[in-house]
């Protein structure tokens, strides 16, 4: 099975443009999630997609936004770029079953936007 | 609210065991991840504690404590390549399958 996989892996961008990232989940997986990640931050939960569907949201401004395709693909968009906007975006998917506990997150390898 | 704790880095030697430890308070308790994170690498699954007690996977081990909301990750004959960050998640009862996330521990291995 192939892995998680986001696009683009880099990017510079400058204040006050947008950007739209985009993740493609291990295939048969129904549940998307997206983290910010800043050095000594952590993961910072920013939404989660489930059959086109947001799930669960994080507290981040209204400048971040998402959604999920018919075929479970996501993209996350960010308006207005902020110096501090400059921080890793992960994916992660999972099979997102209802009922189930477990339910692991498999991550893709991150863009990396650089805001200038 | 939610907070995980996890020391912010660790130093060990070469073939030495280190403790990594996790402390939560969440809303309730649907079990607990640790994830491996090498730098510029996404995360990577290591463990999956929802019982008390210990999982063991090779030279890496998990334990639960849900009365005390605390876990700890245990690294035995540590090797350069555990040189990572290792994240500690929980996932809180009725979250509606959210995880909340500690801001991870640095591991750093010297010969």
């Known amino acids: 099975k192939a892995g998680v996989t986001q696009t683009p892996r880099y990017l510079i961008k400058t204040r006050g443009q947008q950007v739209t990232l985009s993740c493609s989940p291990i295939s048969g997986h129904r549940s998307v999630s997206w983290y910010q990640q800043t050095p000594g931050q952590g993961l910072q939960f920013l939404f989660e997609y489930f059959s086109e569907t947001q799930r669960n949201k994080g507290n981040f401004p209204g400048r971040f936004s998402g959604r999920q395709f018919s075929n479970s693909r996501s993209e996350m968009n960010v308006s207005t770029l902020e110096l501090g906007d400059s921080a890793l975006y992960l994916c992660?998917?999972?099979?997102?079953?209802?009922?189930?506990?477990?339910?692991?997150?498999?991550f893709g390898p991150g863009t990396r936007l650089t805001v200038l | 609210g939610q907070n995980i704790d996890q020391p912010t880095e660790m130093t060990a030697t070469e073939g030495a065991i280190v403790q990594i430890n996790c402390t939560y308070q969440?809303?309730?308790?649907?079990?607990l991840f640790w994830y491996q994170q090498h730098a510029g690498e996404a995360p990577t699954f290591l463990s999956y504690?929802?019982l008390d007690g210990l999982e063991e996977k090779g030279r890496f081990s998990s334990f639960l404590s849900r009365s005390k909301g605390y876990s700890y990750l245990l690294l035995k004959e540590l090797q350069m390549k555990d040189s990572a960050s290792y994240l500690c998640?929980?996932?809180?009862?009725?979250?509606?399958?959210?995880?909340?996330w500690g801001a991870g521990t640095k591991l750093i291995i010297k010969p």
């Open positions: 504690n929802v």
């Open positions: 992660a998917s999972s099979e997102g079953l209802a009922g189930g506990s477990y339910n692991e997150q498999f």
């Open positions: 998640a929980v996932r809180p009862r009725d979250s509606n399958y959210q995880l909340i």
């Open positions: 969440t809303s309730g308790f649907n079990g």
